[in-house]
T-cell receptor, first 111, second 112 residues
Framework: GQNIDQPTEMTATEGAIVQINCTYQ??????LFWYQQHAGEAPTFLSY????GLEEKGRFSSFLSRSKGYSYLLLKELQMKDSASYLC????????????FGKGTRLSVIA | NAGVTQTPKFRILKIGQSMTLQCAQD?????MYWYRQDPGMGLKLIYY???????DKGEVPNGYNVSRSTTEYFPLRLELAAPSQTSVYFC???????????FGPGTRLTVL
């Protein structure tokens, strides 16, 4: 079976750092993805991890531990425009097989 | 490049009516997907296609049909609309070896 867990909601202050966690239990693993989705809009790709470790891309970083079935998305120097839902998704097998999405974490950035 | 386009943006259907949600992409992507997203929920895969003439069921295919006669178009058909199909529908596409799925703007469907 598939199970991808993320917190439902988080609140953080402008300028701060926030970490959004994702744990997964899937039948296979071939990559973990993070997407950002603003209210009423389509998801947009943020990051991809397939090997253990940290991938940094500007203010956003994503970490993966395959042995623990765990990932996090780290957002630094939070801005009001970072208020959005963040979706964790797993690809279970090789090739471009469809992703399995978690329910998403709604992040509110407050002044 | 228009990317992934979807029509219509909004639609209200009566129970039992049928409709086709249109999806087109101009990036020459082989892979295309249809998802639905209910309030507060993640994306659930309805159908996907790895190329023209090939389609596969996803997690929630019941009540839907798809076809893929060309690389560019991947329409989703609802034959007998039901209130449970009220949702936001997203079409997406990607390269075979790519990491990123590109999403269309979505169609917000209400069935009353």
């Amino acid at each position: 079976g598939q199970n991808i867990d993320q917190p439902t909601e988080m609140t953080a202050t402008e300028g701060a750092i926030v970490q959004i966690n994702c744990t997964y239990q899937t039948s296979g693993f071939n990559g973990l993805f993070w997407y950002q989705q603003h209210a009423g809009e389509a998801p947009t790709f943020l990051s991809y991890n397939v090997l253990d470790g940290l991938e940094e891309k500007g203010r956003f970083s994503s970490f993966l531990s395959r042995s623990k079935g765990y990932s996090y998305l780290l957002l630094k120097e939070l801005q009001m425009k970072d208020s959005a839902s963040y979706l964790c998704a797993v690809r279970e097998s090789t090739g471009n097989t469809p992703l399995v999405f978690g329910k998403g974490t709604r992040l509110s950035v407050i002044a | 490049n228009a990317g992934v386009t979807q029509t219509p943006k909004f639609r209200i259907l009566k129970i039992g009516q049928s409709m086709t949600l249109q999806c087109a992409q101009d990036m020459n992507h082989n892979y295309m997907y249809w998802y639905r997203q209910d309030p507060g929920m993640g994306l659930k895969l309805i159908y996907y296609s790895v190329g023209a003439g090939i389609t596969d069921k996803g997690e929630v295919p019941n009540g839907y049909n798809v076809s893929r006669s060309t690389t560019e178009y991947f329409p989703l058909r609802l034959e007998l609309a039901a209130p449970s199909q009220t949702s936001v529908y997203f079409c997406a596409s990607s390269y075979p070896q790519g990491h990123e799925q590109f999403f269309g703007p979505g169609t917000r469907l209400t069935v009353l």
